[in-house]
């Protein structure tokens, strides 16, 4: 079976930083494109950050760049996101995926199938 369990959220004051992990069982994601959302109430889930299945290609949604920082660990089959100078605006349910093997890197959520149940990260004023 088939899972993704996140960890690492909780809360924060602004300008902290928090490390999300993301732990991949049941199959190997090594060769699979591997990404974060987030969802805040009310709003629909968005894309936050992607990886390659080898990390050498990564991608950002504009308002992360700079202040997250997506990698993977294939050895322990394990996904990060180290996410640092956080604002409230970024308090949301943050979601872990993994795509199917060979897939590129994407930005939508149609794009991966295998979902975590979330972790999440709350950022006070």
């Known amino acids: 079976q088939v899972q993704l369990v996140e960890s690492g959220g909780g809360l924060v004051q602004a300008g902290g930083s928090l490390r999300l992990s993301c732990a991949a069982s049941g199959r190997t994601f090594s060769n699979s494109a591997m990404a974060w959302f987030r969802q805040a109430p009310g709003k629909e889930r968005e894309f936050v950050s992607a990886i390659s299945w080898i990390g050498g290609s990564t991608r950002y949604a504009d308002s992360m760049k700079g202040r997250f920082t997506i990698s993977r660990d294939n050895a322990k089959n394990t996904l990060y996101l180290q996410m640092n100078s956080l604002k409230p605006e970024d308090t949301a349910v943050y979601y872990c995926?993994?795509?199917?093997?060979?897939?590129?890197?994407?930005?939508?959520?149609?794009?991966?199938?295998?979902w975590g149940q979330g972790t999440q990260v709350t950022v006070s004023s």
């Open positions: 995926a993994a795509s199917y093997p060979g897939q590129i890197v994407a930005v939508t959520t149609s794009s991966y199938h295998y």
